[in-house]
C-alpha cells in the first residue's frame, strides 16, 4: 500500500495542545530545562509535533519535540513521543566513518592489525595477474595453484588496479615531480647514480632513493622526481668553497717570539 501524505496543515485539535504538550514534558524534565513553545509542525493527518526550547546546560541549540495525535472524531490528543532534537546551531558528533576510511598512512602503532577485506580490489589470487586476458590462458592444474596449497606461494598478490592505486599515489605525493624539492632540483632522479631500478611496470617510472644523505633515502621515488644530493650536483663557482693562497712567509724582518 502507497504510504499516506502527510498533511501540510496542522491538525487544529493537536496544534492548540499546546499546555498538554508541556505537561507531558515537564512529567519528563526538570522544568528548568523546558523553555518557550518554539512553533508547531505537522506530522501526519491528526499528528503534531510541539517544539519547546531547550535551556539544559551543554544543550545550547537542541528543543524538546513533543508529538501527539487523536483518533478520528475525538477531541482530546494523546502523547506519543517526547525526544529531544538537534537544531541548525546545535553541536553534534561528526557523520560517523568506519575506522577504516579513517586511518591514513603512519597512523599504525606496534600490534595494530588491518586486514584487507575479502573482496579488496587491490588484491587478487596468487595465481591470477588481474588481467582477464592473461588469466584466461592459465592452466588452472599449473604449477602456481600447486604451490599455493601446499603453501610455497603467496595466497594473494597485487592486481592491476592496486598496482595503478599504487602508482597513482606515489606519483602525486612528496616523491612525485609536483613538489618544490623538485623544482629546485639540479637534475632528475632518472639520470642519478643513486637511483636503484624496479622490475616489472611500474620500473618505467619508479625507481628506489639509495643516497643515505638525502631526504628520499629507501623511499620509492618517480623517475621526474629530483632533489639536491643527485650524483651530478656540483656547486657553483659563487657557492663553492673559496681556496686561500699559499701563506707567505716574511724572511726579511724578524718575528716577535713569545718567551716562557
Known amino acids: 500500500m502507497a ?3 502527510r498533511s501540510s496543515r496542522p491538525d487544529s485539535v493537536g496544534a492548540n495542545a499546546v499546555e498538554t504538550a508541556r505537561a507531558a514534558l515537564l512529567e519528563a524534565v526538570d522544568s528548568v530545562d523546558v523553555g518557550d513553545h518554539e ?3 505537522a506530522d501526519g493527518d491528526r499528528t503534531v509535533s510541539h517544539d519547546f526550547a531547550c535551556t539544559r546546560k551543554g544543550y ?3 528543543r524538546w519535540s513533543v508529538t501527539v495525535t487523536r483518533a478520528p472524531r475525538q477531541r482530546s490528543v494523546t502523547v506519543n513521543e517526547i525526544v529531544l532534537l538537534p537544531g541548525g546551531a546545535a553541536i553534534v558528533a561528526p557523520q560517523w566513518t568506519p575506522y577504516k576510511e579513517r586511518v591514513q598512512p603512519g597512523d599504525m602503532n606496534p600490534g595494530d592489525l588491518l586486514p584487507p577485506e575479502d573482496d579488496d580490489a587491490r588484491l587478487v589470487p596468487g595465481w591470477s595477474a588481474g588481467d582477464p586476458a592473461v588469466d584466461n590462458l ?3 592444474t ?3 595453484p600447486v604451490a599455493d596449497e601446499v603453501g610455497l606461494g603467496r595466497g594473494r598478490v597485487l592486481s592491476l588496479e592496486g598496482r595503478d592505486i599504487a602508482a597513482q599515489r606515489w606519483y602525486d605525493g612528496p616523491q612525485g615531480p609536483d613538489n618544490e624539492l623538485t623544482r629546485q632540483a639540479p637534475h632528475e632522479c632518472r639520470t642519478c647514480g643513486f637511483l636503484v631500478q624496479m622490475s616489472g611496470p611500474l620500473g618505467t617510472m ?3 632513493c639509495a643516497n643515505g644523505l638525502a631526504n628520499d633515502d629507501g623511499r620509492v621515488v618517480s623517475l621526474d622526481h629530483g ?3 643527485h650524483s651530478k ?3 657553483s663557482r659563487s657557492s663553492a668553497p673559496r681556496t686561500l693562497p699559499e701563506p707567505v712567509l716574511d724572511t726579511v724582518g724578524i718575528d716577535d717570539v713569545e718567551t716562557f
Do not use: E, I, M
Open 227 to 229: 632533489c639536491g644530493a
Open 60 to 62: 545550547r541549540g537542541w
Open 39 to 41: 512553533g508547531v509542525r
Open 233 to 235: 650536483t656540483k656547486l
Open 142 to 144: 599449473s604449477v602456481r
Open 138 to 140: 592459465v592452466d588452472p
Open 3 to 5: 504510504p499516506t501524505p
Open 206 to 208: 619508479f625507481g628506489v
